[in-house]
């Protein structure tokens, strides 16, 4: 293993990315880099830009997309991708050459890419954070700490769909809207994914007074992560935002009910006991019947369907047949009548989950 020094004028020249953005600089004195050095998930790596690809540009720490260029020298975290739309990557066995494969700062090596999407950014990563101690940094010694609230967790809700770009996120922030209009205080949480800024900030925008993901639990994503660990993560978050006396969460959960995790994720007792009440979120009504019939197979508490199916007046009244469910588009969502489609009100948000448990 080869130990090098970096300085602090370079390492703040870098672009420093979303993903490893609670990253303490001043703690990062050397960098790790050699044939025999491994990176693994959440592992933190200063990389140079080597050709522009499909992300041509990085989310930065605090929400600006920055364009990337030809050299530029980046610092982004190791970590898996699942986006059917996009590619399927995994963190690689070595230090060589690899891909930008998500804006917010993922790197891995790209397996399998969508027909529509173009080839991705590649980067040269130069070598391993680490500290004084040549210790490497990783995603996990940002994380926040695990907490046993003594808070009664606010009625939470739980969005999710039948794949990427079926309006999950959409879902999410409007429902925070609206309940933000009954009077919530609100909480919300992206409990899966990949790690990226957008769908945060945009539940921040929507009036979540806490807005925390998986990487705030140490995950640059959360593909290949076993059910417990992302258990944990729920735990992990739910229990922030009740720290924080939210009236209620919001919490979203990335790509579809076939994906690996979030299939195993519909099975687990941590998510049953966690959620009050499901929004289903779908493209079109075949999906929705299916997801619809999913969830009250595994006797999940599904309240309503959304998601881009509602642009259509028809698909609307398509899925309100097949599925008997509420079927809410964005100004019903947005509305503060939404608190009495999931029969809750600020007061009783509270009482309800002591008593449940």
Same mark, same amino acid.
Not at 22 to 38: F, K, Q
Not at 132 to 149: E, G, V
Not at 188 to 216: C, E, I, N, P, Y
Not at 320 to 344: F, H, R
């Given at each position: 293993?080869?130990?090098?020094?970096?300085?602090?004028?370079?390492?703040?020249?870098?672009?420093?990315?979303?993903?490893?953005?609670?990253?303490?600089?001043?703690?990062?004195?050397?960098?790790?880099?050699?044939?025999?050095?491994?990176?693994?998930?959440?592992?933190?790596?200063?990389?140079?830009?080597?050709?522009?690809?499909?992300?041509?540009?990085?989310?930065?720490?605090?929400?600006?997309?920055?364009?990337?260029?030809?050299?530029?020298?980046?610092?982004?975290?190791?970590?898996?991708?699942?986006?059917?739309?996009?590619?399927?990557?995994?963190?690689?066995?070595?230090?060589?050459?690899?891909?930008?494969?998500?804006?917010?700062?993922?790197?891995?090596?790209?397996?399998?890419?969508?027909?529509?999407?173009?080839?991705?950014?590649?980067?040269?990563?130069?070598?391993?954070?680490?500290?004084?101690?040549?210790?490497?940094?990783?995603?996990?010694?940002?994380?926040?700490?695990?907490?046993?609230?003594?808070?009664?967790?606010?009625?939470?809700? +739980?969005?999710?769909?039948? $794949?990427?770009? &079926?309006?999950?996120? *959409?879902?999410?922030? #409007?429902?925070?809207?609206? %309940?933000?209009?009954?009077?919530?205080?609100?909480?919300?949480?992206?409990?899966?994914?990949?790690?990226?800024?957008?769908?945060?900030?945009?539940?921040?925008?929507?009036?979540?007074?806490?807005?925390?993901?998986?990487?705030?639990?140490?995950?640059?994503?959360?593909?290949?992560?076993?059910?417990?660990?992302?258990?944990?993560?729920?735990?992990?978050?739910?229990?922030?935002?009740?720290?924080?006396?939210?009236?209620?969460?919001?919490?979203?959960?990335?790509?579809?009910?076939?994906?690996?995790?979030?299939?195993?994720?519909?099975?687990?007792?941590?998510?049953?006991?966690?959620?009050?009440?499901?929004?289903?979120?779908?493209?079109?009504?075949?999906?929705?019947?299916?997801?619809?019939?999913?969830?009250?197979?595994?006797?999940?508490?599904?309240?309503?369907?959304? +998601?881009?199916?509602?642009? $259509?007046?028809? &698909?609307?009244?398509? *899925?309100?047949?097949? #599925?008997?469910?509420?079927? %809410?588009?964005?100004?019903?969502?947005?509305?503060?009548?939404?608190?009495?489609?999931?029969?809750?009100?600020?007061?009783?948000?509270?009482?309800?989950?002591?008593?449940?448990?």
């Amino acid at each position: 293993m080869d130990i090098s020094f970096i300085s602090q004028e370079r390492l703040l020249n870098a672009k420093l990315a979303y993903t490893p953005r609670n990253l303490d600089l001043e703690g990062v004195t050397t960098l790790l880099s050699g044939e025999d050095v491994v990176p693994r998930s959440g592992d933190i790596v200063l990389a140079k830009v080597t050709k522009i690809g499909h992300h041509a540009g990085l989310e930065l720490a605090h929400g600006r997309r920055s364009a990337l260029f030809v050299g530029d020298e980046i610092v982004v975290c190791y970590g898996h991708r699942y986006a059917p739309d996009q590619f399927e990557a995994q963190v690689p066995p070595d230090l060589g050459l690899c891909d930008l494969v998500a804006s917010g700062g993922v790197a891995a090596r790209m397996n399998l890419r969508h027909a529509n999407t173009k080839a991705p950014t590649s980067i040269e990563p130069i070598g391993l954070l680490a500290n004084a101690n040549h210790q490497r940094i990783n995603l996990k010694d940002t994380a926040l700490p695990k907490l046993n609230s003594l808070f009664s967790r606010p009625y939470t809700v +739980g969005v999710v769909g039948t $794949s990427m770009n &079926a309006g999950k996120t *959409t879902t999410a922030a #409007t429902l925070i809207r609206g %309940l933000t209009n009954a009077g919530f205080k609100v909480g919300a949480a992206k409990v899966t994914g990949t790690g990226s800024g957008r769908d945060t900030w945009l539940m921040t925008d929507a009036g979540s007074k806490l807005t925390l993901d998986f990487t705030h639990a140490g995950y640059p994503s959360t593909y290949l992560a076993t059910p417990e660990q992302i258990d944990g993560i729920i735990e992990t978050l739910v229990a922030h935002l009740s720290v924080a006396k939210v009236d209620a969460i919001v919490i979203e959960v990335a790509d579809g009910l076939l994906q690996c995790e979030t299939a195993a994720l519909l099975d687990s007792r941590v998510f049953a006991k966690t959620v009050d009440s499901i929004i289903f979120a779908a493209g079109d009504a075949m999906g929705a019947a299916a997801g619809v019939e999913c969830l009250q197979r595994k006797n999940l508490p599904i309240a309503a369907v959304s +998601g881009r199916l509602t642009a $259509s007046p028809l &698909a609307i009244i398509e *899925t309100g047949k097949i #599925t008997g469910m509420p079927v %809410l588009d964005k100004a019903a969502l947005s509305s503060q009548t939404i608190a009495e489609v999931l029969q809750i009100s600020p007061q009783m948000s509270g009482m309800r989950n002591a008593a449940a448990r």
